[in-house]
Structure formats: C-alpha cells, structure tokens
C-alpha cells in the first residue's frame, strides 16, 4: 500500500496522501487514556504527541514506501496542525485557541495537496 505521492496523482490523491491519518488516529487514543487533570498529563500530552511525530518518518517509509523528504515533512506539519486543531498539549500548556485551531485545520487541508505537486516521480 504506497502512500508516495507521484506527479500524476490529483488534487484528492494528495490530500488523502498528505493527512497522516493513522498516526492521527492514535494520537486520538492516546489522548483520550489522559486524565485530564492528572499530575503529569501535560507532559504525558507532549511526549506523545512528539514520539508521534518522530515516528512519521520511519512510519512512511517503512510501511507506505513514501521516499520524498518533502512529502514527509508536509506529513509531519499537517500532524502537527492535526494535534493544535485538538488541543493536546497546546491546550495544557496554554497555547491553544480552539476557533484559531479550526481554522488553521481547514485552511491547512485546503492548501496541502496545492503546495506540494512533485514535479517528476524521481523527485525527493
């Protein structure tokens, strides 16, 4: 099941491609275990979200044959996107501003597949 984006792969190809949805996912069940007013949970937020998106890279490219380093960063941005659009950590650490999260969150998807087009299948 590659995830590689090629350069003949259309705008909802890349959209889905782009959107780490399993490692969302997770990070979604990981979340949901947190008691929201233990004594560590700020911290437990933040080292999962991090180990999470330090996984993305081997995660693409061990499973989904993903080569491109900018697919893979791009990945990495919407994951973060993903988790402030939550809350998370951001929200433990007073960060967070959830109307901006949901507009972040639209506008990011919107624009991932536009910004990146690899402009040959050989491209990195």
Do not use: C
Not at 58 to 77: C, E, N
């Amino acid at each position: 099941m590659a995830r590689e984006i090629k350069s003949y792969n259309h705008y909802k190809d890349r959209l889905l491609k782009l959107i780490p949805t399993e490692i969302v996912a997770a990070y979604l069940v990981i979340e949901g275990m947190i008691p929201e007013e233990g004594p560590r949970a700020a911290w437990v937020s933040l080292v999962s979200a991090l180990v999470l998106l330090i996984l993305i890279p081997f995660y693409l490219r061990q499973t989904m044959s993903v080569r491109r380093t900018g697919q893979v960063v791009f990945t990495m941005i919407s994951f973060v996107v993903w988790v402030y659009s939550f809350g998370g950590p951001f929200a433990f650490y007073g960060l967070y501003v959830g109307y901006i999260g949901s507009i972040l969150l639209v506008i990011w998807t919107l624009l991932i597949p536009l910004l990146y087009k690899p402009s040959t299948d050989t491209d990195g």
